[in-house]
């Protein structure tokens, strides 16, 4: 029986953009005649809307065997895969997430396809582009793809963002039909399901660093259509949640609509770190970067501090 390649992700959460690889380069590769599932322990964050979980696209209900083989997406670091994957029999990794790269270049070769790109969807895109297969991909997948794009990099404000992600996008969304209002409908929408549940969306997408990071303990990341409404109307209990998880954190609120981010860190030690790495004017706890900074990006600050 030949291997089953099972397509996965990260052991914290799903965000859209790896929920959204594991079931498109999934389809891609059992349309190639590779038996692929898209399979995660992870339960999806709030990037998943509601209207999204609405087009029907969902992971396999399958348990890798002791045969199978593992394709990652979205993540290299493998202190943070899925607990059901065999480091061993990890055959192929596909990720935009920096400080991985040489480990799986070395282990890998040509089968690890770590590079600085808005989205993993993009790169997954990619191979169906490259495949010859995008007329047949998935109105659902297209969809997941698309979106993936506009989650991860902000609606093409975030650094991250390359030519590739608004190409990817522009094909993506033809092909899904998706109307020009639909990244305004997402975001408001995603907006909406994070103030129903502060506490959830905040646990969600919340890292811890390691104890020798430049940056805050407890990193936590929301993005939202309107930051400053939402910090306006829910500081206290943000305040109080984010406390509760340490004494060194940052909540990093990403404005899509003003094209921001409001960093909140309420303890000194955590805005005397970000302050080493990067110029900030702190008012009542909150500090504004604009143009918005991602987490990963502001990750990227921490390993290349500027001297
Ligand atoms: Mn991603």
């Known amino acids: 029986m030949s291997p089953i390649k099972v397509i996965t992700s990260g052991s914290a959460y799903l965000d859209i953009d790896a929920f959204a690889c594991c079931i498109a380069y999934a389809e891609l590769l059992n349309l190639q005649g590779i038996p692929a599932r898209a399979v995660s322990s992870a339960k999806t964050n709030a990037s998943v809307s509601k209207t999204v979980l609405g087009w029907g696209a969902v992971l396999d209900d399958y348990r890798p065997t002791s045969n199978d083989e593992f394709v990652l997406v979205d993540v290299s670091d493998y202190h943070h895969f899925d607990p059901l994957v065999v480091l061993e029999r990890v055959v192929e990794v596909i990720d935009h997430h920096p400080g991985f790269e040489s480990h799986w270049a070395q282990t890998l070769g040509s089968a690890a396809d770590i590079r600085p790109i808005g989205a993993a ?9 490259t495949a010859g297969l995008l007329h047949n991909i998935s109105e659902q997948s297209a969809a997941l793809l698309a979106t993936a794009i506009l989650d991860n990099t902000l609606n093409f404000i975030g650094q991250m963002t390359t030519t590739a992600d608004i190409d990817a996008y522009a094909r993506l969304a033809s092909q899904a039909k998706l109307t020009a209002d639909w990244p305004g409908q997402y975001f408001r929408e995603c907006q909406t399901a994070i103030e129903a549940d502060l506490a959830a969306a905040l646990a969600a997408d919340l890292k811890r660093m390691k104890p020798q990071s430049n940056l805050p303990q407890v990193f936590a990341q929301l993005t939202v259509w309107d930051a ?17 998880q340490g004494e060194d954190w940052l909540l990093n609120v990403i404005s899509i609509r003003d094209r921001l981010s409001c960093l909140l860190a309420e303890p000194m030690v ?38």
């Open 270 to 307: 955590s805005q005397q770190k970000l302050n080493r790495l990067l110029p900030l004017a702190w008012q009542a706890e909150l500090a504004v970067l604009k143009p918005s900074m991602l987490r990963k990006e502001l990750l990227k600050l921490g390993l290349n501090p500027t001297p």
């Open 121 to 129: 969807a993009t790169q997954v895109f990619q191979r169906w582009d």
């Open 228 to 244: 400053v409404a939402l910090i306006r109307s829910h500081r206290a209990a943000i305040s109080h949640w984010m406390n509760g």
